[in-house]
């Protein structure tokens, strides 16, 4: 993707130069603002807006905003330094991995700024609105449906969400950890913890996971949960059925977007299904 010559000019007055392409990111792109590293996102006006709108509510457990124009689609974030993300701790220590996330989303969610703009949580929803995919067994994709209408059915004091918390969007930044991407949403805090129990590179991270046994990447979804639990205060059931709920949301999003069905996600929630979370 090129900018447009309009974005150019905006960048010019925000004094940002010296873009380089993102590898695999075709609307990211690293930058200069003055002497500090920064980050330049174009692309969807709507998605950069609920970045901007939720990374500014977020305060210090995210990257900062720089600059972001709405009707362009432009925005501009710090560079988290060195940045190099959460996963070889994974790696190394998955316990470890999750409390730092935990840790992290209780930051995201503590004194936030006033924000207006994002969408309710319950608009996630709208992912099972499409036509039946015989790649994803009714059974599963139906009790999601249900579970999902029962998370959102109660009345839970609402904060901003990151909404996609997981491995690759957590980065090192000197002595401490940062938030970056977030999709942005406004809702139960306990749905943060979705995209880590269900996240497909967060639990395999190579081949083609259609048709595997998923009670082993069940298992490490359910610890995880737990151990979120025990950092959050969050009940570790309702940590599990957002996990899920996420994991047939990630295979119905994966569908639209790409035509094809990753298999980890559903497998980990055939096996939830089957051990009752």
Not at 48 to 76: C, K, M, W
Not at 87 to 97: C, G, T, V
Not at 123 to 151: C, G, M
Request: aromatic share 6%; charged share 25%.
């Amino acid at each position: 993707m090129s900018l447009s010559p309009e974005q150019q000019e905006r960048l010019v007055d925000w004094q940002v130069h010296s873009l380089s392409q993102v590898d695999d990111h075709p609307f990211a792109w690293w930058a200069f603002a003055g002497d500090e590293h920064v980050v330049v996102k174009a692309g969807d006006a709507g998605e950069r807006s609920r970045e901007a709108l939720a990374l500014q509510a977020f305060g210090s457990g995210a990257t900062p905003v720089i600059a972001h124009d709405h009707g362009l689609g432009l925005l501009v974030t710090r560079r988290v330094l060195p940045g190099d993300d959460i996963r070889p701790l994974a790696r190394l220590d998955d316990d470890e991995a999750t409390r730092t996330i935990a840790l992290l989303a209780m930051r995201l969610h503590g004194d936030q700024a006033p924000v207006e703009g994002l969408p309710p949580l319950r608009d996630i929803a709208t992912a099972f609105d499409a036509a039946p995919d015989p790649r994803l067994p009714h059974r599963v994709v139906d009790a999601a449906r249900r579970l999902l209408d029962e998370l959102l059915s109660d009345d839970r004091a609402s904060r901003a969400l990151h909404g996609d918390l997981q491995h690759h969007n957590v980065l090192r930044s000197g002595d401490d950890w940062l938030a970056i991407d977030p999709h942005g949403w406004v809702g139960d805090p306990a749905f943060e913890a979705a995209a880590l129990l269900a996240n497909p590179r967060g639990l395999v991270e190579s081949g083609d996971a259609r048709g595997m046994d998923g009670r082993e990447l069940a298992a490490r979804s359910r610890r995880r949960a737990a151990i979120y639990a025990e950092v959050t205060g969050y009940d570790v059931t309702r940590l599990r059925s957002w996990g899920l709920v996420g994991c047939v949301i990630a295979e119905l999003w994966m569908i639209e977007s790409h035509d094809l069905v990753h298999g980890a996600p559903l497998a980990v929630a055939e096996a939830l299904l089957e051990q009752d979370l």
